[in-house]
């Protein structure tokens, strides 16, 4: 692929969701696994199932509906991007990052990033809603290795802050307003798509992180090497492995997610009307 390859693929992508929205998204929100039930709140819809959208990867995981949902919170366009894809799945970290990518054409400026996460701070319990404060990258790889394209962002961005310390106040305001309690903590990302072993989780807890996922990472570094202001949320479906002495299912993220989606959903929709 040559260089400007990428950013021609990004162009014809955003420039097919310009043609179906009158409004342009300045927000945009990833919906991690079985958290997609926030896109079917949004009114004033335009539903965009990512299969009709030119180079746009598929999802594939349960969880991930597969679609771009375009709607208005208190006033703000916000576009919810219900699923997206992962490594484990064999997409390279530029796939991985394509919508992103094709958000911040679009002119989104505020990105907030949600997963499905294993807790690793003891403190946590299933269900709670973690606000990132900064990750650890162990997923084998970076989406700036390669040519720099300049029309993305500098070769060599800044990520002394990841996550905006002004979103993280905005989100910890929204979270009173909506009754959700929130917490902070450090995001681990790897490859997966194996959970954890015990020593690793023991490994990263000494490390700093408190959380630990197959996503988010990729993106975030994509969108500051864009210039977008991200926000990151984790909720915690399971805990990690050793923390219980049980084994890991996905079901059992699915179902904690489905059981939190009331307050998933106040929290995000307190946040974007105070964007």
């Known amino acids: 692929m040559s260089q400007d390859m990428g950013f021609d693929r990004v162009e014809e992508a955003a420039s097919a969701i310009r043609a179906q929205c009158n409004e342009l998204p300045r927000i945009a929100i990833v919906l991690g696994s079985g958290l997609g039930a926030f896109a079917e709140t949004l009114p004033d819809a335009v539903v965009i199932p990512y299969d009709t959208l030119p180079n746009w990867p598929r999802s594939t995981v349960v969880g991930h509906a597969g679609t771009l949902v375009v709607g208005t919170i208190a006033g703000r366009r916000v576009a919810a991007l219900s699923g997206r894809v992962h490594a484990y799945e064999g997409h390279n970290f530029s796939t991985i990052t394509f919508a992103v990518r094709v958000m911040a054409r679009l002119g989104v400026q505020q990105l907030i990033l949600t997963n499905a996460a294993g807790g690793i701070n003891t403190d946590f319990g299933q269900g709670a809603l973690m606000l990132i404060e900064d990750h650890i990258n162990l997923m084998g790889g970076n989406p700036l290795v390669g040519p720099n394209d300049e029309r993305f962002g500098p070769r060599f961005p800044d990520m002394t802050e990841v996550y905006s310390r002004r979103l ?25 798509p ?11 807890r000494t490390a700093g992180a408190d959380a630990v996922g197959m996503s988010t990472v990729p993106e975030a570094i994509a969108a500051r ?27 059992e993220v699915l179902e904690t997610a489905k059981r939190v989606r009331g307050s998933f959903i106040a929290l995000l929709e307190q946040i974007v009307a105070r964007l």
């Open 225 to 251: 090497h864009m210039g977008l202001e991200v926000l990151g949320i984790s909720c915690i479906t399971n805990m990690a492995a050793g923390v219980l002495d049980q084994p890991l299912v996905h079901e």
């Open 194 to 204: 194996s959970y954890e072993t015990p020593a690793e989780i023991r490994f990263l």
């Open 168 to 192: 993280r106040t905005i989100a910890g305001q929204a979270a009173v307003a909506a009754g959700a309690f929130v917490t902070h903590g450090v995001y681990a990302g790897l490859l997966g």
